[in-house]
């Protein structure tokens, strides 16, 4: 069985070509600047690379070069899109509606047009992603939607409910859902079997640290609190988000400033984090440079991030009643191997002890453990794989529903 993974962002299309026989991704490939000009790039499992300046209008149309490419003589891997036999596609806000992924229906299209309002530019455009795949792909070929949010849906409300008048949790569903739900799910069913384990049998705190990052608290199999909130701007300090902030930063700003809601939106969004406090880059890699190179303002936003995600693993320790395993994943956590060690180090007054050689060396796609023998909490790394729960649950759900 293929399928095809979709991850439909307002102006770009990512895809991957998943044969489940051996998990194996045949295809994959990126539409971007969508109804903006547009370059399109696919490259397949066995080396076959094709990048082009081609006019994409519309999701449709976006929809109808990833056919193509898959299709094409010299750079196709299928012969027949009936080979196709499913396409599964990520969704950031399931909201309350969602806990699990299912299967795509008129219905199920309506409820995440009905989140809009909380995730405005990515939920409008998952939609547009389905409706082309429809119209590219046809009736024949089952879609399913896979949310970001469904594995923090185990949130108590005491994790969940925000400290402002109750009214607005009931009028707009204002709370906490928290994100990259997809990449904790999968990290963390992932350690439990490195460590041969039940999940449920063990306290763990997952750490996604990439361009935007969130630190997650598991218990008993479930999500019991994680760092980001009603959007992804919450939680530890980001690439270009502030991450927690107290809120009366933004009000002092804004009037200061005289800066509107919206300006305030993108200067939280996309001006903070390691580029407003930098002034560097939002990138981890030219930070460190930066830092190493003697930037003071650079090393500042690296000794933030650390304690940020110092505390947050702190916290998290302390709400799970202690913690057997840490995770770390994604660009930063899979590759910044200063940090992890600078995190576990300093939290060796709990037991936790890395090996910093082993540490050292889990970079680029390595996987492992990088505690010691003797450390009383396990330390991973494990790189996470989105796409493959993605595809793996709308595998499951197409042949149950056969
Ligand atoms: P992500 O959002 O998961 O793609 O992570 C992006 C972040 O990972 C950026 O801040 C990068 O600097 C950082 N990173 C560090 N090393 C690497 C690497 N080898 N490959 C990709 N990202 C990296």
């Excluded at 204002?174 to 306290?203: P, Q």
């Excluded at 218990?219 to 980001?228: E, F, L, Q, R």
């Excluded at 107290?246 to 580029?275: C, Q, R, Y």
């Excluded at 940020?308 to 590759?335: M, P, Q």
Aim: net charge negative; with cysteine.
């Amino acid at each position: 069985m293929k399928i095809l993974v979709i991850n439909a962002g307002s102006s770009s299309m990512k895809y991957q070509l998943i044969d489940m026989t051996d998990e194996s991704v045949i295809a994959k490939g990126n539409c971007e600047r969508i109804g903006a000009g547009g370059h399109f790039k696919h490259s397949t499992g066995d080396g076959r690379v094709y990048e082009t300046d081609v006019v994409m209008n519309n999701h449709t149309e976006a929809f109808v070069q990833i056919k193509n490419a898959l299709l094409s003589e010299e750079y196709g891997v299928i012969k027949n899109l009936d080979e196709v036999s499913a396409v599964g596609h990520r969704i950031v806000q399931g909201g309350a509606l969602f806990s699990k992924s299912v299967i795509v229906t008129e219905e199920v299209i309506k409820g995440i047009e009905s989140l809009i309002p909380l995730a405005p530019l990515h939920n409008a455009a998952h939609v547009q992603g389905i409706r082309a795949c429809l119209e590219v792909f046809g009736k024949d070929v089952p879609e399913v939607v896979v949310f970001d949010t469904a594995f923090h849906s185990t949130m108590p409300p005491k994790a969940f409910i925000y400290p402002v008048p109750y009214e607005y949790y009931e009028k707009y569903a204002v709370r906490r859902y928290g994100f990259h739900g997809t990449s904790h799910r999968y990290v963390s069913h992932r350690c439990a079997e490195l460590m041969g384990k039940d999940l449920k049998d063990i306290k763990m705190i997952t750490c996604h640290l990439g361009n935007g990052s969130s630190i997650t608290a598991i218990k008993d199999g479930k999500v019991i609190d994680t760092s980001m909130g009603l959007t992804p701007l919450d939680g530890i300090m980001m690439g270009t988000r502030t991450g927690s902030l107290d809120p009366s930063v933004v009000t002092f700003i804004a009037e200061k400033e005289h800066i509107s809601p919206s300006d305030m939106d993108t200067l939280l969004n996309k001006k903070s984090g390691f580029l407003g406090i930098s002034g560097v880059s939002s990138d981890d890699r030219d930070v460190c440079a930066a830092a190493d190179a003697g930037n003071e303002r650079a090393k500042l936003a690296i000794e933030i991030l650390e304690y940020d995600i110092l505390k947050y693993i702190g916290s998290y320790t302390a709400v799970l009643g202690g913690v057997d395993a840490i995770v770390f994943t994604a660009g930063i956590g899979e590759n910044q191997s200063s940090h992890r060690e600078n995190v576990c180090h300093a939290l060796e007054f709990m037991g936790v002890k890395i090996d910093d050689e082993l540490n050292r060396q889990a970079v680029r796609g390595a996987e492992g453990k990088i505690s010691t023998p003797d450390s009383k909490v396990e330390v991973f790394v494990i790189p996470t794989n989105e796409e493959l729960v993605i595809a793996r649950d709308t595998m499951a759900l197409v042949e149950n529903n056969k």
